[in-house]
């Protein structure tokens, strides 16, 4: 079964960057878009970023400006780079491609970003 793999995150200082990067185990087909998402302990899921396969790219709030969703369609791979980190962006994030057939969506299986003051 093809799997996401992320790889990244850790620990780093307020002010600090990290990139993450998630590409895929095998093949997927009908990829519509690839996104981050993130969830910080005690709340709910949120998120982050997405990109179509067209390029579209949207944020939330919290990451405008200081993230950066990329993606290379022939590895099927997406990335996120994340400059100025604070210690609010501290959480488990997640990579996601939603597909067109099923199972709709494929999930990473999260990595730990931490920020220290």
């Known amino acids: 079964q093809v799997q996401l793999v992320q790889s990244g995150g850790g620990l780093v200082q307020t002010g600090g960057s990290l990139r993450l990067s998630c590409a895929t185990s095998?093949?997927?087909?009908?990829?519509?878009?690839m996104g981050w998402s993130r969830q910080a302990p005690g709340k709910q899921r949120e998120l982050v970023a997405t990109?179509?396969?067209?390029?579209?790219?949207n944020y939330a709030d919290s990451a405008k400006g200081r993230f950066t969703i990329s993606r290379d369609n022939a590895k099927n791979t997406v990335y996120l780079q994340m400059n100025g980190l604070k210690p609010e962006d501290t959480a488990v994030y997640y990579c996601?491609?939603?597909?067109?057939?099923?199972?709709?969506?494929?999930w990473g299986q999260g990595t730990q970003v931490t920020v220290s003051s």
């Open positions: 996601n491609f939603e597909v067109t057939t099923w199972p709709y969506h494929y």
């Open positions: 095998g093949s997927i087909f009908g990829i519509n878009a």
């Open positions: 990109i179509t396969v067209g390029g579209s790219r």
